[in-house]
């Protein structure tokens, strides 16, 4: 059974940082692309950032791209999203995303394995 499981969430103030990691299991995604995304209260689920196969390339969204840095390890199947610099703005429940294609993507579509979430609540 293939499981992406998130953690690292939790609630911290503004100005602070979390790590938040996600571990697959079941199947190795060495050769897909991996993706963080998340979802506030009565918004839709929205892009964070995303690194292609080969953990060489990243992509963030506007709001977090200086703040946030996506990672992976291959060989542990895994990947990490530092978040320094929180702002009320980022609270919401992040979720990992993986497959099927090698490059990044922005669309929730278009990411076919999902994690159950992780709260983030960042406090002003």
């Known amino acids: 059974q293939v499981q992406l499981v998130e953690s690292g969430g939790g609630l911290v103030q503004a100005g602070g940082s979390l790590t938040l990691s996600c571990a697959a299991s079941g199947r190795t995604f060495s050769s897909y692309a991996m993706g963080w995304f998340r979802q506030a209260p009565g918004k839709e689920r929205e892009f964070v950032a995303g690194v292609d196969w080969s953990g060489g390339l990243a992509s963030y969204a506007r709001s977090v791209e200086d703040r946030f840095t996506i990672s992976r390890d291959k060989a542990k199947n895994t990947m990490n999203l530092q978040m320094n610099s929180l702002k009320p703005e980022d609270t919401a429940v992040y979720y990992c995303?993986?497959?099927?294609?090698?490059?990044?993507?922005?669309?929730?579509?278009?990411?076919?394995?999902w994690g159950q979430g992780t709260q983030v609540t960042v406090s002003s």
């Open positions: 995303a993986a497959g099927p294609v090698s490059w990044i993507r922005r669309r929730v579509g278009e990411y076919d394995h």
